[in-house]
């Protein structure tokens, strides 16, 4: 079984929608953070969070709010959809007893924006 | 302005030489560097990491350099194999942050 896991793994919406992308992990990792993928730009830090009271902004964070609910689960939510919020949603976690920090990614989530 | 940047788009090798892909940084904090793997429709996975104390690391077929007065990090794969064919991302830190920047990835192919 993944230790990762997001949902859905595909998904088209509609500009205006409000759509939300879940990450579940069973690694035990206090750390949680969202990326995204666009072509050429490579992987861009959108929110990450410390534990489960502690959020913060990444790179890039307009237009997405978070949601902790638990040690083991991540949610970004996209309030209202624009197009220019197509592209790949990654979700990691890592270890905070760690010195290394090695991110551990989810197998990501395809999401078009119409 | 891009902190990490990997210049080369896309990289051939032929099957059984070496592979070097490049990473250059601006941030002069950062001191912790990862190489992640990515195949298609599946989250990158961790490869190879290097921390500014060392200025080499080894793990079987892959070797990464740091040159901490250039700024730049290389990852070696020898010998090229055909499932090495994938895009890789450099990634640094800065002690700290426990959040890391992305270069824009490199995609291997290696040739049989």
């Known amino acids: 079984d993944a230790d990762v896991t997001q949902t859905p793994r595909n998904r088209i919406t509609k500009t205006g929608k409000r759509i939300m992308l879940e990450c579940s992990q069973t690694?035990?990792?206090?750390?949680m953070y969202w990326y995204r993928q666009d072509p050429g730009l490579g992987l861009r830090l959108i929110y990450y969070s410390f534990d489960v009271k502690d959020i913060n902004k990444g790179e890039i964070s307009d237009g997405y709010s978070v949601s902790r609910q638990a040690q083991a689960k991540f949610s970004l939510s996209l309030e209202s959809a624009i197009p220019n919020q197509t592209a790949l949603y990654f979700c990691?976690?890592?270890?905070?007893?760690?010195?290394?920090?090695?991110?551990?990614f989810g197998p990501g989530t395809r999401l078009t924006v119409l | 302005d891009q902190q990490v940047k990997q210049n080369s788009p896309s990289l051939s090798v032929q099957e059984g030489r070496i592979s070097i892909l490049n990473c250059d940084y601006t941030n002069s904090m950062f001191d912790y560097f990862l190489w992640y793997k990515k195949y298609p429709a599946e989250g990158p996975t961790f490869l190879i990491s290097?921390?500014?104390?060392?200025d080499k690391n080894e793990d079987g077929r892959f070797t990464v350099f740091l040159n901490k007065s250039a700024k730049h990090l290389s990852l070696h794969i020898v010998p090229s194999q055909p499932g090495d064919s994938a895009v890789y991302f450099c990634?640094?830190?800065?002690?700290?942050?426990?959040?890391?920047?992305f270069g824009t990835g490199t995609r291997l192919k290696v040739l049989a």
């Open positions: 690694k035990g990792h206090d750390r």
């Open positions: 990691a976690t890592s270890d905070a007893g760690t010195i290394s920090d090695t991110q551990y």
């Open positions: 290097i921390s500014s104390i060392k």
């Open positions: 990634a640094a830190s800065a002690s700290g942050t426990y959040k890391y920047i």
